[in-house]
């Protein structure tokens, strides 16, 4: 059995950049870089996306995606969590998940993707 996950920042103004290289242009441009690149842009919507695929040996795997909507900050603001915490905004709120301690439980996108996978699992009786 094989359990996967990965996760992107995808900015609408910005044609879903950096999406599914989020950790690469983490790295590269970091959160400064981002922050940069969306200057004078008012759209800054944006989705916290995960993916969670699923195979066994000889079977056909299956994937499943968390989403979680939000905005880009426009600025960097706290230090909790990891990532591009510290710039996003969810949804219903003013204040980036690197702002807020308790970011842990209130982290959607990645428990969606994973809880989905956990029914597909019950259903199939193979938890």
């Known amino acids: 059995m094989v359990v996967v996950e990965d996760s992107g920042l995808f900015i609408e103004a910005l044609n879903d950049f950096p999406g599914t290289c989020s950790a690469y242009i983490h790295k590269r441009i970091g959160l400064k870089g981002i922050i940069k690149l969306m200057k004078g842009i008012k759209n800054r919507n944006c989705t916290y996306k995960s993916a969670v ?3 066994e040996p000889n079977k056909k795997a299956v994937s499943f995606l968390g989403e979680e909507k939000g905005k880009v900050a426009e600025s960097i603001k706290g230090s909790f969590g990891f990532g591009h915490d510290p710039i996003f905004i969810p949804e219903g709120s003013n204040k980036t998940y690197g702002e807020m ?27």
């Open 101 to 127: 301690e308790n970011y842990k439980e209130l982290k959607k996108f990645r428990r969606r993707a994973v809880l989905k996978l956990r029914d597909c699992l019950l259903k199939k009786k193979r938890l």
């Open 53 to 55: 695929a699923y195979c």
